[in-house]
């Protein structure tokens, strides 16, 4: 499962997927899989031979945040979609080479002129209750993310779909009123849910979003303990190929020393390491180098310092300017993440084909953010070290989540930054699930350090067009430019690469010259696994495309578990 514009807790959920995006692919000739997938930037280390897979024991990871809600199109953090992208699957999915293919879909049909997709589902397929999966499933969970009650970030790419027919139980027809190049990604974006169980029910207020009872994907909840752990069990009635590791126990472990600490004791299989842990503390400890195989590659991730241009204080795009020159974010990779990444101008991923060369991250210059901030009407005109204007100190607090030590490095190097030409800042730490409900929902913030994960697929109509502004929405800075939102609508009527890509170096440009973020990283994803884990091959996907067929070999298996019907 591939998803796309979540927010990150910290590191992707390597156990789900090496690139958990909430979900495009490229863009292409027609409604078809793109060709601009690269080579990906992968180390991998001591890694173990082939061996006979076994059904059993249980992979043991942690996680600084816990899940909030285990409904895919509710849920807008990538903690829950690593859970719930276990249970509920897609009509396509993603292939290790990011190219799109069949999942809950065994085929798919494309009409000339691009309004029409048939797709034709898998037989004999059956939720974990026993109940048939459908045709009527599709349609009930394309109704329900278009209902005006259900308050999805994802909404946008399916209110294009303007009608719908199922003519039998393993055809699902869907039709568009025009052209609409992310079409096809978008359906291996939408996890299907089950309609004899959802119909009923409030879908922003259901039980089930916490307790779900009917499932299709290779693992179903066992247990869940609120921040402390999550237990997903094997589904022995899944439908592709065996799923040998019988169980997948999340730990919610929000200090990533603690995680370090917890690994190096053989309590836990997998980690997202930091850059120090990858560099220095890994190869401090042979029992890790002994036991563990570390991987590190480039992902479709980015980190940024974002502004709520609701405050008056960020109103003026002079002063965004200014902060973007007065932070060195060079200093931020060199210094917080030891070189693992790669300062950026724009939201793509570093190398990718979208990202607009033109472009180029702005300079550490303190004495030009002084200049601007001085012709914006900031000067500190009572002595006192801080800006001030109209009486009013240049003061603000910057937020993120509690346990992303990069994050929390990061915008101490920003603070200290800042200061020094006259700003004061404040930072806060918030646990991840309450960073979430009490400040991005409700918009009360002045300043995040935040990441958003991506597809390969260019379009981020839900992260920057104005319409995107409201509860549960991905556009939670507010922000809004008639440039942006043409370039974002014009971009989706055409399945030309050039094209789109001609809009997309617009959207690009107004944005850097608006400063609604500061666009600060991209990390390299840092992951380790215990060497008993087999079955994980690299590849442009990442590592975890196919992790419901990673096994331990008879013989290696640690923990004494069963699977139960």
């Known amino acids: 499962m591939f998803s796309r514009n979540l927010l990150q807790p910290k590191v992707m959920q390597h156990i789900l997927t090496s690139l958990l995006l909430v979900g495009y692919l490229a863009g292409c000739s027609g409604l078809e899989t793109s060709g601009q997938n690269q080579a990906a930037e992968t180390t991998i280390e001591n890694n173990v031979s082939p061996s006979v897979p076994a059904r059993g024991d249980r992979l043991v990871s942690a996680s600084i945040g816990d899940a909030s809600n285990l409904i895919p199109m509710i849920a807008g953090d990538a903690a829950s979609h690593a859970i719930a992208g276990l249970m509920y699957l897609s009509l396509l999915k993603y292939d290790k080479d990011l190219n799109l293919t069949g999942q809950l879909a065994k085929s798919w049909v494309v009409s000339k002129d691009n309004l029409t997709i048939a797709f034709h589902l898998r037989p004999n397929l059956h939720w974990t209750d026993g109940k048939p999966f459908t045709s009527a499933d599709c349609a009930f969970t394309l109704n329900l993310i278009q209902d005006k009650h259900t308050q999805s970030a994802y909404k946008s790419d399916y209110i294009k779909v303007t009608s719908i027919d199922t003519p039998d139980a393993a055809t699902f027809i869907v039709h568009y009123a025009e052209p609409f190049s992310p079409a096809m990604s978008s359906w291996a974006s939408l996890d299907i849910l089950p309609k004899h169980i959802f119909e009923h029910e409030d879908i922003m207020t259901t039980k089930l979003a916490r307790h779900p009872k009917a499932t299709i994907g290779p693992y179903r909840l066992a247990d869940w303990q609120s921040q402390q752990s999550i237990l997903m069990r094997a589904n022995p009635g899944y439908f592709d190929g065996p799923v040998w590791i019988t169980e997948r126990l999340t730990r919610i472990i929000p200090d990533p020393a603690t995680q370090f600490l917890e690994l190096s004791a053989g309590k836990l299989d997998s980690i997202g390491l930091s850059p120090i842990q990858y560099t220095r503390l890994f190869n401090t400890k042979p029992q890790l180098k002994a036991n563990y195989n570390r991987y590190k590659y480039l992902d479709f991730v980015y980190t940024y310092l974002g502004f709520n241009l609701k405050r008056p204080l960020f109103a003026d795009r002079r002063v965004r300017e200014a902060i973007a020159y007065a932070i060195n974010r060079q200093e931020i990779v060199d210094g917080v993440l030891l070189g693992l990444g790669k300062v950026i101008a724009s939201p793509y991923k570093p190398g990718t084909k979208w990202v607009n060369k033109q472009l180029h991250p702005r300079p550490y210059d303190p004495d030009k953010a002084r200049k601007i901030l001085r012709s914006a009407g900031w000067s500190d005109h009572d002595g006192d070290g801080i800006l001030d204007k109209n009486g009013r100190s240049f003061s603000f607090i910057i937020l993120t989540n509690n346990g992303n030590t990069q994050r929390a490095n990061t915008a101490i190097i920003i603070q200290q930054r800042l200061k020094a030409i006259g700003i004061e800042v404040k930072v806060r730490l918030v646990e991840w699930s309450a960073f979430i409900g009490h400040f991005i929902n409700t918009r009360n913030f002045d300043a995040v350090i935040l990441g958003w994960s991506l597809s390969p697929e260019p379009d981020q109509y839900s992260i920057w067009h104005s319409s995107q502004t409201g509860k549960r929405q991905f556009n939670f800075l507010s922000y809004s430019n008639a440039k942006v939102d043409h370039a974002l609508v014009e971009a989706r009527r055409i399945f030309n690469e050039d094209k789109r890509k001609q809009l997309y170096d617009v959207m690009q440009k107004e944005i850097y010259q608006d400063v609604p973020m500061v666009f600060l990283y ?44």
Do not use: D, M, T
Not at 532 to 540: D, E, F, L, N, S
């Open 522 to 565: 991209a990390p390299y994803s840092l992951p380790v696994y215990h060497k008993r884990i087999h079955g994980i091959k690299p590849a442009p996907a990442g590592i975890g495309y196919n992790s419901e067929h990673w096994f331990v070999p008879k013989g290696e298996q640690k923990y004494q578990v069963s699977i139960q019907p």
